[in-house]
């Protein structure tokens, strides 16, 4: 029977469970993932993590080549990004919308994004063993192409909330809010976890991936035997400072909402996210295997090492592409409309 409980012992429930906040690393259009050597690439980018962060990154070890990170955890070189909210004002002027911190994040974190790491839920379910990407694992979720609202609507883990506060979550929607948002908007993107077992990358980005999230998160769904490994539930929250922009009089005649993805798509369904695993060694799995919580995952008796904010504000990389992206644009950063 020794060997029961031994496999009874790996299978053991753990709920490890990360939440953090990056600063923003860069505003560029550069796009390593899906536009390898490209500078500049199709659409603006804000992008959070580590500073080997260019316009062709390795396809290995991340981490070798990293020597800071703007995330909490300072073991953490992996980067995040998702395409910028542009407010086109009734003129056809455009402004970039200010991107501000997650209220319940380490003070000091500037702009940035909110990055989760869960389980098959978010609580406590995880039965199953979670296994951390490996090094030149990357991935993307959602696509720029998107244009209807029925393929939006399907994709459960990309979706918006429209602030009240700064802390309102729920009532989340697959377009951009119609109403000005007294707080702002907040983007969200989860991506899928459950991996193939094989493929650190696949030629779309995304086959090599399976969702079963069904969003908000609730307990996704098992893993199909296609894509039998269950990797941590990514998601991240990027907090879009609208209120700028919120006086009606600025706002389209016709009574549409004035938001843009830099895209060009202006109803929200063209929200996409990438992702290229950079963690230093096993310090992922280290995290996932244990039953730490959030803040209480970092420190010195805690699975991960962390640093401070200013240290986080410090890490930076080059600018790539002399553009203006910010101030009143005649038109957005590489697109041509109409
Ligand atoms: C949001 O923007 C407004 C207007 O620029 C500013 O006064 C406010 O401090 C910003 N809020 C946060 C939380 O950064």
Not at 154 to 166: D, F, K
């Amino acid at each position: 029977m020794k060997w029961l409980s031994l496999a009874l012992a790996l299978i053991e429930p753990s709920q490890a469970a990360l939440r953090f906040g990056c600063s923003t690393l860069s505003i560029q259009r550069i796009d390593p993932l899906v536009e390898p050597g490209n500078a500049p690439s199709a659409h603006v980018h804000q992008i959070v993590g580590g500073d080997a962060f260019a316009p062709s990154m390795p396809t290995s070890n991340v981490d070798n080549s990293a020597s800071c990170t703007t995330c909490v955890f300072s073991e953490d070189f992996s980067n995040y990004w998702t395409a910028v909210i542009y407010f086109k004002r009734r003129d056809g002027k455009y402004k970039r919308v200010p991107i501000y911190p997650n209220a319940v994040l380490e003070p000091g974190t500037r702009g940035g994004m909110t990055i989760y790491y869960t389980q098959e839920s978010f609580n406590s379910n995880g039965r199953a063993k979670i296994t951390a990407f490996k090094p030149g694992f990357r991935m993307t979720v959602g696509n720029p192409q998107t244009s209807t609202r029925e393929e939006a609507v399907q994709n459960s883990g990309l979706r918006y909330t429209c602030l009240q506060t700064i802390l309102t979550r729920g009532s989340e929607t697959p377009d951009f809010p119609k109403a000005p948002c007294p707080a702002g908007i907040m983007a969200i993107h989860h991506f899928p976890a459950c991996w193939d077992g094989k493929n650190l990358d696949s030629p779309d980005h995304q086959s090599h991936m399976y969702s079963t999230t069904k969003g908000g998160f609730q307990p996704a769904g098992p893993c199909p035997s296609s894509h039998p490994v269950r990797v941590p539930q990514l998601a991240y929250e990027t907090m879009w400072n609208t209120t700028e922009f919120n006086d009606k009089s600025m706002w389209p005649t016709d009574g549409s909402q004035p938001f843009v993805w830099s895209t060009g798509e202006g109803r929200g369904y063209s929200t996409h996210a990438d992702y290229v695993f950079g963690w230093k060694g096993d310090s992922l799995q280290r995290a996932m295997d244990s039953s730490c919580m959030f803040q209480a995952c970092g420190g010195p008796r805690a699975p991960l090492r962390t640093q401070s904010s200013s240290e986080m504000n410090k890490c930076a990389v080059k600018n790539f592409v002399a553009e203006e992206t910010d101030g009143w644009l005649d038109e957005l950063p590489g697109i041509r409309l109409g």
